[in-house]
């Protein structure tokens, strides 16, 4: 039997019910996990500050690099011995910018040791880096890998001591030394 038009507006009038009524569910679902994003995404700053503070204290360099060498975080201290601002150098390859092209294949060398999980740590080597004005200062670096959860290599962390002045003041030293000999 035919449906009358009152029958036929009469569903059509459920189904735009039911249809608002979803519409309004999945705008309620929208704007809750919009508030959820905004929210994490505001500790996730507040835990990245924090952090930066802890790096920022330190009296060395703190320095995390992927497995590619490009630079995840640096702080303060990196970011004034090397003279570059940390915008520059965030995301930057280390080697590029931070090293002599002379000890490239040597610290490629260490870096592919860690990153390859032949050692898990690297206790104390010295290496020179150029600051932006092209001088070099010796850093004595520690390097620790970095894994996630799983046990797979993130990164490496390095922290390393700027100790051009002491090398110098031993140098003199020494050289001082021979003279009276």
Not at 36 to 44: A, D, I, K, M, Y
Not at 107 to 124: D, F, K, M, Y
Request: net charge negative; with cysteine; hydrophobic share 40%.
């Amino acid at each position: 039997m035919p449906r009358s038009m009152t029958e036929h507006t009469e569903e059509l009038a459920r189904l735009a019910r039911s249809f608002n009524h979803m519409a309004a569910q999945v705008d309620s679902r929208r704007q809750r996990l919009e508030i959820e994003v905004n929210q994490r995404t505001e500790e996730l700053a507040r835990e990245k500050a924090t952090l930066q503070r802890y790096l920022d204290v330190a009296g060395a360099i703190m320095l995390v690099l992927s497995p590619t060498g490009r630079i995840q975080l640096i702080n303060r201290i990196g970011c004034e011995i090397v003279g570059r601002d940390e915008s520059e150098l965030i995301g930057g390859k280390w080697f590029a910018l931070c090293l002599p092209e002379r000890l490239h294949p040597d610290i490629h060398q260490v870096l592919e040791t860690l990153v390859s999980g032949q050692r898990n740590e690297l206790s104390r080597y010295e290496y020179p880096i150029l600051t932006s004005d092209g001088r070099e200062r010796t850093i004595a670096w520690a390097n620790t890998v970095l894994r996630d959860q799983d046990g797979h290599i993130t990164g490496i962390l390095a922290s390393g001591l700027d100790v051009t002045d002491a090398r110098a003041a031993e140098a003199a030293v020494r050289d001082e030394n021979e003279l009276l000999h």
